[in-house]
């Protein structure tokens, strides 16, 4: 019953910053983590940036960590994920996850996630 909706792609120039946000609807109240993946033409879906909803606690992945920042708005049933200093490798479809599980960060991976958005595009231009 749980649906997520992600907003805030486009295209940017390389060391431009865009803003997504992911609305979740539904039966929220169970959910433990939300997520950020991101996947490109010919790559495996990545794990890019993690947060607790109950309890404080954030992820973000060694390839974006310093650029980008995950946050939550407990109250709108809304988590952002700001992206500073874009690089064109950073180009993917970006898809908004959520778990009820307890290990939604110790095991950041796709499959502990229970649901998922339909994706945003990003494209970085050198």
């Known amino acids: 019953q749980v649906q997520l909706v992600e907003s805030g792609g486009g295209s940017v120039q390389a060391g431009g910053s865009l803003r997504l946000s992911c609305a979740a609807s539904?039966?929220?109240?169970?959910?433990?983590?939300m997520g950020w993946f991101r996947q490109a033409p010919g790559k495996g879906r990545e794990g890019v940036a993690a947060?607790?909803?109950?309890?404080?606690?954030?992820y973000t992945a060694n390839s974006v960590k310093g650029r980008f920042t995950v946050s939550r708005d407990n109250a709108k049933n809304m988590v952002y994920l700001q992206m500073n200093s874009l690089e064109p490798e950073d180009t993917a479809m970006y898809y908004c996850a959520a778990t009820v599980s307890p290990y939604g960060i110790i095991r950041f991976r796709s499959d502990t996630y229970n649901v998922w958005g339909q994706g945003t595009q990003v494209t970085v231009s050198s």
């Open positions: 947060i607790a909803t109950r309890v404080s606690g954030t």
């Open positions: 539904g039966a929220t109240d169970s959910l433990r983590y």
